[in-house]
């Protein structure tokens, strides 16, 4: 089987199926494609610029997120089934872009990107006029609608996240 090298992914599986589902020539010649959560961001960082649609396959709205601010993705639901993703891809079929589940509200927003930028309560309050209790309340709205369970795997997923900047 002849395999993309423009599918980034850790897992052996998610690259021999989208190199199957697209073929590698029409992948090669078109796409990069990054499994969000099994690649090394840092070394497809650099083809985010580059002549081709970059397509990430996300799972979480915390990775959209934090890749949102980049230019030129398309964002893939990784649970989508198969002709989702190819009237996604090929006949650009915007019906089945990853869709935000629970979207932020503005605040909620400001206080995800205190967040990334690794400001703890304190700093967070002052930067942004609240209490910190306010910023608890906030960070535990986070939790739920981002469908992470407790602040501490918030944290630690916004610290995977932030591999991506």
Do not use: W
């Amino acid at each position: 089987m002849d395999m993309s090298s423009s599918v980034f992914s850790d897992d052996y599986f998610f690259i021999v199926g989208i190199s199957t589902l697209l073929t590698s020539e029409l992948i090669d010649k078109n796409y990069y494609i990054v499994d969000v959560e099994a690649a090394n961001f840092q070394q497809v960082k650099k083809y985010f610029f580059a002549d081709r649609k970059v397509i990430a396959f996300i799972s979480n709205d915390l990775d959209y997120y934090a890749l949102k601010h980049l230019p030129g993705i398309t964002f893939v639901d990784k649970r989508s089934r198969i002709n989702e993703i190819l009237s996604c891809l090929l006949a650009n079929d915007s019906r089945y872009i990853y869709r935000v589940k629970c979207p932020l509200s503005v605040r909620e927003s400001e206080v995800l990107s205190c967040m990334q930028k690794e400001l703890d309560v304190n700093e967070i309050g002052k930067k942004l006029g609240m209490k910190v209790k306010t910023v608890y309340s906030h960070r535990r709205r986070l939790a739920s609608k981002l469908q992470v369970g407790n602040r501490i795997t918030l944290y630690r997923n916004i610290i995977r996240a932030n591999l991506y900047h």
